[in-house]
């Protein structure tokens, strides 16, 4: 069985934001040789996210304005976690809504996905570097 580990970094320059990941986790699906097998993808920070779904811009746009009617950054006193001198308590509980990770099946060689499926990485507390893994494991 072979395994692949990589990180890919983001600095979106929003504090929220949708990126379309799927080509670089193909690239790295390419560079590990697997053919058979799963890849999973996770932000590796807490106020992060990483996700499956469409890539048409106005459900990304009803995505924001939902995620921020559930959880407003404004006003930033409203939330005890902001009490530290941080102001993300709101990106934190989008990113829990969000997910942390995706797991997709690899069949010869290819990204197992249903139709219009993409892999996208949330930001919820944007303008500074942050990573996602991708780890590829199978035959």
Not at 7 to 18: C, S, T, V
Not at 103 to 128: H, M, S
Request: aromatic share 10%; charged share 30%.
């Amino acid at each position: 069985m072979k395994s692949y580990r990589k990180e890919l970094w983001f600095n979106a320059p929003a504090r929220m934001a949708f990126i379309n990941i799927t080509h670089e986790v193909e690239a790295c699906l390419r560079e590990s040789g697997v053919r058979e097998g799963l890849v999973l993808i996770n932000a590796m920070h807490i106020t992060a996210s990483v996700f499956i779904n469409d890539d048409e811009s106005g459900l990304h746009h009803d995505y924001k304005e939902w995620l921020e009617r559930l959880a407003p950054h404004e006003p930033i006193r409203s939330y005890r976690h902001n009490d530290t001198g941080e102001d993300n308590a709101d990106a934190h509980m989008k990113r829990q809504v969000m997910g942390r990770e995706v797991v997709v099946a690899i069949t010869d060689g290819q990204l197992d996905f249903g139709p219009w499926e993409q892999i996208f990485y949330g930001e919820f507390d944007g303008r500074r570097n942050k990573r996602v893994l991708v780890k590829v494991i199978g035959d």
